[in-house]
């Protein structure tokens, strides 16, 4: 199975703030890695998909980039509504493997 | 647009067995492969298993090989997960999980649709 490792685990940045969260697989899995964002009591939800594609109606202060093994997501200026836990997620093969998630707070 | 509405969660002792639903609409059903995901409580995100557009591929996490059993129905647009010998690890919310359909890899695509989850709750 690939592993994702997921860094930090949770972080707690300032409204404007420049947010960066690392993802890393056990092995190369190209461009073939999505990145969610989950709320509380909510299903996860599509942000960027084949390492760098926002997704439609993601706010473009969402950015991923990597290729690979290693990977980033970034928030370029926190909004309060950017509060929630972020998944990095690879798709190269089965199982479908998941990062430990990054719970994203305000300060 | 589309939806996914799971059903079927519960309580059920260790040993026992539940079967989940997904109610599809919004898109051609038969077309699609589809995936169960879950998350057990203050925990991240599991994959489960994966059934093709016909039925016909099935595959499975190694935690729940041999006990849950994926299927659908696409003359009904409904996927399903039979769940058998339940242990208190299987305790966990159950997404059902459409990709978008586009930029693949050989297996599998984004994860761009969810449902909203059924709890499901092993415990004596």
């Known amino acids: 199975d690939i592993q994702m490792t997921q860094s930090p685990s949770s972080l707690s940045a300032s409204v404007g703030d420049r947010v960066t969260i690392i993802c890393q697989a056990s092995q190369d899995i190209s461009d073939y890695l999505n990145w969610y964002q989950q709320k509380p009591g909510k299903a996860p939800k599509l942000l960027i998909y084949?390492?760098?594609n926002l997704e439609i109606g993601v706010p473009s202060r969402f950015s991923g980039s990597g290729s690979g093994t290693d990977f980033t997501f970034t928030i370029s200026s926190l909004q309060p509504e950017d509060i929630a836990t972020y998944y990095c997620q690879q798709y190269d093969n089965l199982p479908l493997t998941f990062g430990g998630g990054t719970k994203v707070e305000i300060k | 647009q589309v939806q996914l509405v799971e059903s079927g969660g519960g309580v059920v002792q260790p040993g026992r067995s539940l079967r989940l639903s997904c109610a599809a609409s919004g898109f051609t059903f038969s077309n699609y492969g589809i995936h169960w995901v879950r998350q057990a409580p203050g925990k991240g995100l599991e994959w489960v298993a994966l059934?093709?557009?016909?039925?016909?591929?099935?595959y499975y996490a190694d935690s729940v090989k041999d006990r849950f059993t994926i299927s659908r129905d696409n003359s009904k647009n409904t996927l399903y997960l039979q769940m058998n010998s339940l242990r208190a690890e299987d305790t966990a919310v159950y997404y059902c999980?459409?990709?978008?359909?586009?930029?693949?890899?050989?297996?599998?695509?984004?994860?761009?649709?969810w449902g909203q989850g059924t709890l499901v709750t092993v415990s004596s």
């Open positions: 084949d390492a760098s």
């Open positions: 059934i093709s557009f016909d039925g016909t591929n099935k």
């Open positions: 999980t459409k990709d978008i359909g586009s930029y693949c890899s050989p297996i599998s695509c984004p994860l761009g649709y």
